[in-house]
């Protein structure tokens, strides 16, 4: 085998690598989680029909009043144990799922973002803790709506 025919051989598998191993990454994508539609599909999708439990143990951290809906910073942190994620929703967006995060064994429970809001509704962060869902929720007023609104 000739070294100019190696080397092609040796480039073409190393850019089809660049070509599948992204697709393999994606693999597990939940496309359906973050479908528009209603807040009550969106949890049924995540959640099926497990009991979702109000909590004071998480600490929700965002403005009453939010001057720009593009942008609107959010914390969540909780002191429940064995937290193994939280999911970040808004109930009246177009796709209220705006971002779940997988919590790694002990770390400290905490995410910070930035969201876009639609308009004026609730946050709910939701917590996977064991085999429990926990939740809480604050209203944001939107003045000016940050999905196209």
């Not at 693999?27 to 909590?55: C, M, N, Q």
């Not at 509704?121 to 003045?143: H, M, P």
Request: charged share 20%; aromatic share 6%.
């Amino acid at each position: 085998m000739s070294n100019s025919r190696r080397t092609f051989l040796i480039q073409s598998v190393i850019a089809c690598s660049g070509v599948i191993a992204p697709r393999l990454a994606f693999a597990d994508w939940a496309e359906d989680h973050f479908a528009p539609g209603k807040l009550d599909r969106t949890l049924d999708r995540l959640y099926a029909d497990a009991t979702i439990v109000e909590s004071d143990a998480i600490a929700l951290k965002l403005p009453l009043i939010a001057e720009d809906g593009a942008v609107v910073p959010i914390t969540v942190s909780s002191t429940l144990a064995n937290v193994e994620s939280i999911a970040i929703l808004v109930e009246k967006n177009p796709v209220p799922l705006a971002a779940i995060f997988n919590i790694a064994p002990e770390t400290e429970p905490f995410v910070s973002a930035h969201l876009k809001m639609a308009e004026t509704c609730d946050v709910i962060a939701v917590i996977k803790s064991g085999e429990t869902l926990y939740s809480a929720r604050q209203q944001v007023k939107v003045t000016i709506g940050g999905c196209g609104g």
